[in-house]
């Protein structure tokens, strides 16, 4: 069963970070320790958390000047920790090119931080947010990470770019890391209403029957208002559409891995 | 009054291709000719104006593999081409690190183009379609436009997003072209019964009274469907409230710069 899954998409504002945030605090909830690791400049998963910025964070852990353990920060959610991102990781892509195992970077400090754990806090889920692109800061959430979860909207140009992510990942299985597959497409932003996600939808569950969770995130304005305050959905609006579906997905997950 | 427009905006999905093929498509409606540049690997400009792909492209041409002349396209709007992207795009983001004046190969492209056009068809305006990132593409379209329409989500990490946005705007113009700055903030996908977008519209006009656009695009998922059909939504369904919104946005650009 992955425990590292990379929430990645090419494709912009498809909720990957949204993702990353409610299922982390879902998964935190039912089955803590969990990490959850930024990798975007835009740092929209850590302040989603209200984690300030300022002090190390995965950029400096990433090119060796310092520990991912003094980097680690706390939130809102007992049983989640949160590997926070700084705008200077846009700066991280550049001199990572430069870098002995420059696509392994994350996958070492994951390695080296779970050996070192005399704590015995071994991570149950480490959840990784990607930026929209498929540079060397994604490749780093592919190589670390044991499973993709991609989110997309049920909408034209979301379709397209699921071939090109889905070819990235076959290409990193080849190259870097065999374990990588995709454990599934998360439909997000879904408006029942309108016929073209419908139809989306519909080809989506046609082509990849398997791939496809069953569970569907609705278009729920709590989700994004709760990010303003810090918090969570699931925090902020428990019984909101948008926090019971991303519960409904942690179950589905927990129970398809034998977790619960 | 500017001319050439970098569609600009780190964020993802908020509406940056749907605004540059929607505003290319009503301004060469009203003052053709009209050049869309799609500097997004994703090449959703490109598809959406139903361009296929193949031959040169963007990539071609900002390596100095292939003249502009032979890489533009057109498309089912009449007075519109197109200098389409492909997926190498994304290489080309690395292979351009190592170019000279790197930074300015799209610049000194529109420059050549303008200049070797004895066909007298010089460009009343360049739209340039950026994708989710500031990294050496975008650099090219910021360094290339001498204005930047930045389309926005009524929401928090995009506000969030607007000052990094900002700076890297005032950077540009201080080290690379001092004649850039941004022309206006497009609010998009504006959903005008939820309070969040209405709170995040206020505080916007609030902050920057002259940057906020009066326009503003409502959330209509004709604009979704259009891509769908290769066609703009002005042309798919002229009447929506999407195409309408996109007419008035240029009615506005025009009659401010003189043009009507
Ligand atoms: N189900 C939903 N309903 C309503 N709004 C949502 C939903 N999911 C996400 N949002 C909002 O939509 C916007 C985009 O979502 P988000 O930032 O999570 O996407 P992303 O894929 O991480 O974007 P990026 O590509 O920029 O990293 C945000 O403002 C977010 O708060
Ligand atoms: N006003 C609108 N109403 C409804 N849907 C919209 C609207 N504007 C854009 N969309 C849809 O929302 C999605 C995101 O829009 P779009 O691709 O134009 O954003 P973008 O900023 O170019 O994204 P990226 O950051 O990935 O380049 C697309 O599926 C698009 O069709
Ligand atoms: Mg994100
Ligand atoms: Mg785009």
Redesign the interface.
């Known amino acids: 069963a992955p425990r590292r899954f990379a929430i990645a998409n ?5 909720g990957k ?1 949204t993702t990353a945030i409610n299922l982390a605090t879902a998964l935190a909830a039912q089955s803590p320790p969990v990490l959850l690791v930024d990798m975007d ?2 740092a ?1 998963a850590t ?2 958390l209200g984690v300030s910025p300022g002090g190390a964070a995965v950029y400096e852990v990433l090119l060796g000047l310092a520990d991912a353990r003094d980097a680690v920060r706390s939130c809102e959610v007992p049983g989640l920790q949160v590997l926070p991102a700084g ?1 200077d990781l ?1 700066a991280a ?1 550049l001199e990572l090119a430069e870098v002995e195992r420059r696509a392994h970077r994350l996958h070492d400090v994951l390695a080296e931080f779970a050996s070192a754990d005399e704590g015995g806090a071994r991570w149950s889920y480490v959840l990784i947010d990607c ?5 060397l800061l994604t490749l780093n959430a592919l190589v670390a990470a044991d499973a993709v979860l991609a989110p997309m ?1 049920a ?3 979301a379709l ?2 699921l071939s ?1 992510l889905m070819k990235t990942v076959a290409s990193v299985r080849e190259r870097f890391n065999s374990a990588l597959r995709i454990d599934g497409i998360l439909l997000t932003m879904v ?1 029942r209403r ?3 996600s419908e139809q989306v939808i519909e080809d989506l569950r046609a082509h990849f029957p398997r791939l496809v969770y069953p569970t569907v995130i609705p278009r729920n ?1 709590r989700l ?2 709760a ?2 305050h810090g918090l969570p959905a699931l925090l902020y609006d428990t019984n909101c559409a948008g926090s019971r579906a991303y519960i409904a997905l942690t179950r589905h997950l927990l129970a398809r891995d034998g977790g619960l």
């Not at 090419?10 to 498809?14: C, D, F, N, S, W």
Request: glycine share 14%; proline share 11%.
């Open positions: 090419q494709k912009g504002g498809v970070t400049p835009q929209n302040t989603g705008a846009a892509e930026p929209p692109a498929l540079g909207q909408e034209y140009f397209e770019g090109r408006d309108n016929r073209l304005v994004a208002e990010p303003s």
